[in-house]
């Protein structure tokens, strides 16, 4: 019996080892790149539309592709999703605008559908912005009108400090610029206590991640979204699709680790495009006063650093304002891009 039961253990424990260093390797393995035509968000929108109005593709530079998204025809609208998500959180605002502007979107590199380097390097905002450059060039080169949702507003707040010519208006949701986020972050000790979570993230496991159910957690947003009717069950289910490969969740979590060091550690080199970069493009900032990612400070400086903004404040609202209150939003963006290309 003491044989049998060894051998049983010898077994069990050899099938462990095996499946914990096949988990390791798949958890620093490199996602699949870029794929167009295959995106079943792109599916969902389209269904949604009752036509085919949306289409994909993929955009390459310096040896790294987005995947892009777009509909409608006229000015361009760019739009940068946030933390963890994909192009599809953008798709309230996208809809609405799409009639009468060209609506691009697309999946943060290391997320989505676009490649995912293990460099960190790579997702610095600066050299992001560069494929941005790249993008807008791409798509005709003219000046558009950006906007961006928590990481993907710290990013387009700082893309238009940093290139103003190339922009008509910027639209930031949830977030300030990186270089006030630094800011807050090295002088607030209210931001520090609130951005502990931040240090987590940046030293996570993508194999501990798994292992501890990480992936359900990162689901809830869409989950909670449909139990309060913001978006039907497919909406949710192909957002929780697009977030389901826990390694680009770990390479998503780069865009942390390579522009926001911790706090003790933060020098003026983090301040990107610099520590005194102002925002003087036609700007919107749209903040849910629910919402608990950012010391409310932050607004003042903004507004002390900007020389066109309007702030629209949303009384119950949280952090997701796009789906929380999207009527509102939608009619926001509309009316600050149209006001910007009347200028």
């Known amino acids: 019996m003491r044989t049998r039961i060894g051998k049983i253990v010898i ?12 988990l390791l390797v798949w958890s620093v393995s490199t996602p699949s790149g870029c794929v167009a035509g295959e995106d079943p968000a792109v599916a969902l929108a389209n269904e949604r539309a009752g036509e085919e109005v949306y289409s994909d593709w993929c955009h390459e530079h310096d040896g790294n592709r987005l ?23 953008m798709i309230r605002p996208m809809d609405h605008l799409r009639g009468d502007y060209r609506v691009v979107a697309i999946d943060g590199l290391g997320t989505g559908l676009s490649d995912a380097p293990d460099d960190v390097s790579q997702y610095k905002l600066a050299a992001m912005a560069e494929h941005l450059d790249a993008l807008i060039d791409e798509l005709g080169g003219e000046k558009v009108h950006l906007v961006g949702h928590d990481w993907g507003a710290a990013f387009a707040g700082a893309y238009a400090q940093s290139r103003p010519e190339r922009l008509k208006s910027v639209t930031i949701m949830s977030a300030p ?3 006030i986020a630094v800011q807050m972050l090295r002088n607030s000790e209210r931001q520090r206590e609130i951005s502990e979570y ?4 940046k030293s996570s496991s993508v194999a501990l991640a798994w292992l501890t159910g990480a992936g359900g957690r990162i689901a809830a947003g ?15 289910n192909v957002l929780k699709q697009g977030t389901s490969d826990l390694r680009r969740i770990g390479r998503h979590i ?32 749209i903040w849910g006063e629910e919402d608990t990612v950012f010391d409310l400070a932050f607004i003042e400086l903004l507004e002390r650093s900007s020389t066109d903004l309007e702030v629209l404040r949303l009384e119950g609202i949280g952090h997701a304002p ?3 209150a999207s009527a509102t939003v939608n009619e926001a963006i509309a009316d600050r891009v149209e006001t910007a290309s009347e200028e």
């Open 254 to 285: 780069n865009w942390y680790r390579a522009n926001l060091p911790a706090p003790d550690a933060i020098t003026n080199a983090d301040f990107w495009p610099s520590r005194e970069a102002n925002l003087t493009v036609p700007a919107l900032l």
């Open 222 to 236: 869409p989950q909670n979204h449909y139990s309060a009717g913001r978006m039907s069950l497919s909406e949710a």
């Open 322 to 324: 796009q789906w929380e």
């Open 11 to 22: 077994v069990l424990l050899a099938a462990l080892a095996l499946g914990t260093a096949s």
């Open 67 to 89: 995947h892009v998204v777009e509909a409608g025809e006229g000015e361009t609208v760019l739009f940068i999703h946030g933390f963890p998500t994909i192009w599809y959180a």
């Open 177 to 179: 610029p990186q270089n």
């Open 198 to 201: 931040v240090e987590r993230l």
